[in-house]
């Protein structure tokens, strides 16, 4: 079995491969201070809630780890170690990934960007611009030929929420759902309205201008696919969103793992 790991700014998600089938999957909030002993207890807790991997965790035969958070990423290295006793490949610059990086500097790209780069072209095997929801929401550009072109990062929704409650003293804490209408009638809507579909225009506003960038370069239309935990909520609203791909990260970890497996 294979467990996936992507740790994320604010959560971190588990996936439990048995061969090519994902069997579990979990969230859990990413706390750079856990110890690798805080960490397998919990992730042993998980599995057996759901009934799975009662013989322990070193059934697992294999790990691989994408992580944002420096400070936690030996942390759940160490954790393989000691509670699968499996070996861990943790993706990086050097990993082979089958994509070949166009960035500057390839060492600056964050892992989870390559990773959700090389699963979505492995679905959709043509020119791409990935968008990940998460505490930050990035872009990711792929082209025709399965090259990492660049893309952008900005705030996520939820820290653009925040920043606004946090410093406007009369504004409140509002819930991040869609109002009644565009035209807010109190406050709260008023808020709702600019997060969503001000969030929304952006993204769509991004896309296009990366679209007609790709178009004058190579003259092709790239698909646009959406994923991370706040995806559902703008690819909803989204003119430029085609497809919604909830488990895209675990899947390329799953990808690039096999890819890897025969170098341990």
């Known amino acids: 079995m294979l467990l996936a790991i992507d740790v994320g700014n604010t959560q971190s ?3 439990l491969y048995q061969n090519q089938e994902l069997i579990g999957e979990w969230r859990v909030s990413t706390q750079p201070h856990r110890t690798a002993d805080e960490m397998g207890t919990l992730i042993h807790s998980l599995f057996r809630h759901r009934a799975l991997l ?37 993706v990086g610059a050097d990993t082979d990934t089958g994509m070949p990086i166009l960035y500057d500097n390839p060492k600056e ?15 959709w095997p043509q020119a791409l611009i990935v968008i990940d929801f998460g505490t930050a929401t ?3 550009v792929v082209s025709q030929q399965g090259e990492y072109l660049g893309g952008a990062i900005f705030p996520g929704i939820g820290i653009s929420s925040e920043a606004l409650f946090m410093n406007a ?6 819930e991040l759902s869609p109002p009644p209408s565009v035209i807010g009638k109190n406050t709260v809507h008023s808020i709702q309205s600019g997060l969503i579909y001000g969030y929304v225009a952006m993204v769509d506003g991004i896309a296009q201008r990366m679209k007609q960038e790709l178009k004058q370069s ?13 995806a559902p ?4 609203h989204s003119a430029q969103i085609n497809h919604l791909a909830p488990r895209l990260t675990l899947e390329g970890l799953r990808l690039i793992y096999e890819r890897n497996q025969n170098k341990f």
């Open 138 to 140: 990035t872009f990711d």
């Open 233 to 236: 909520l703008i690819f909803e």
């Open 13 to 15: 998600v588990l996936g």
């Open 169 to 174: 003293a009369r504004l409140p804490r509002v």
């Open 218 to 230: 190579s003259q092709v239309e790239p698909l646009v696919i959406a994923t991370g935990g706040l």
């Open 54 to 90: 009662k013989e322990g965790l070193k059934v697992i035969d294999g790990a691989i780890l994408s992580s944002v958070v420096p400070s936690i990423t030996q942390t759940f290295r160490q954790m393989v170690k000691l509670y699968c006793d499996a070996p861990c490949l943790t």
């Open 109 to 123: 790209v964050g892992a989870d960007r390559i990773v959700n780069a090389v699963s979505a072209y492995h679905q």
